[in-house]
């Protein structure tokens, strides 16, 4: 199996006295990177949408339900992108979106990270997860940024 790691970078513009954010494809990046044929490919994803609540000083409460557009998979290689959107990769006709849905979200030993478990769906197929993720605020938000393995 091949192994996949995603990186994802989100600012959120919002204004510090909400804790619920809309991430938007401007100023983030859903990257990752995959073993193929002996050689590492980096890609990311676009159509970022979704809802996060998040409060740093109550990250029990906070929920993350994310999203991306499965058929904006890119790799700067556009024949095998093709082959990523058909059925025997992720199937875009069919599942459209990559989802993540956070269900529980604990501090971690540093100031401003975090550990996050929840579910992420990919082409129909759910598996619960957990990583780490940094949140640090800027002047208009947060920026999270965090990554994890997954196998294929």
């Given at each position: 199996?091949?192994?996949?790691?995603?990186?994802?970078?989100?600012?959120?513009?919002?204004?510090?006295?909400?804790?619920?954010y809309?991430?938007?494809?401007?100023?983030?990046?859903?990257?990752?990177?995959?073993?193929?044929?002996?050689?590492?490919?980096?890609?990311?994803?676009?159509?970022?949408?979704?809802?996060?609540?998040?409060?740093?000083?109550?990250?029990?409460?906070?929920?993350?339900?994310?999203?991306?557009?499965?058929?904006?998979?890119?790799?700067?290689?556009?024949?095998?992108?093709?082959?990523?959107?058909?059925?025997?990769?992720?199937?875009?006709?069919?599942?459209?979106?990559?989802?993540?849905?956070?269900?529980?979200?604990?501090?971690?030993?540093k100031?401003?990270?975090?550990?996050?478990?929840?579910?992420?769906?990919?082409?129909?197929?759910?598996?619960?997860?957990?990583?780490?993720?940094?949140?640090?605020?800027?002047?208009?938000?947060?920026?999270?940024?965090g990554?994890?393995?997954?196998?294929?």
């Amino acid at each position: 199996m091949r192994r996949i790691i995603l990186f994802l970078s989100v600012i959120i513009s919002a204004g510090s006295t909400t804790a619920q954010y809309k991430p938007t494809d401007q100023g983030s990046t859903v990257q990752f990177k995959i073993k193929n044929l002996g050689f590492n490919v980096n890609g990311f994803f676009t159509g970022l949408q979704g809802n996060i609540q998040f409060d740093p000083a109550h990250p029990d409460q906070g929920h993350f339900d994310v999203s991306v557009d499965a058929a904006s998979v890119n790799t700067d290689n556009s024949t095998r992108d093709e082959h990523l959107r058909k059925e025997n990769y992720f199937d875009v006709k069919t599942y459209p979106r990559i989802r993540f849905q956070s269900t529980k979200i604990l501090p971690a030993n540093k100031a401003g990270s975090f550990i996050v478990s929840g579910n992420l769906t990919i082409k129909n197929t759910t598996k619960e997860i957990s990583f780490p993720f940094t949140a640090t605020a800027g002047q208009t938000g947060f920026v999270f940024k965090g990554s994890f393995g997954i196998h294929r």
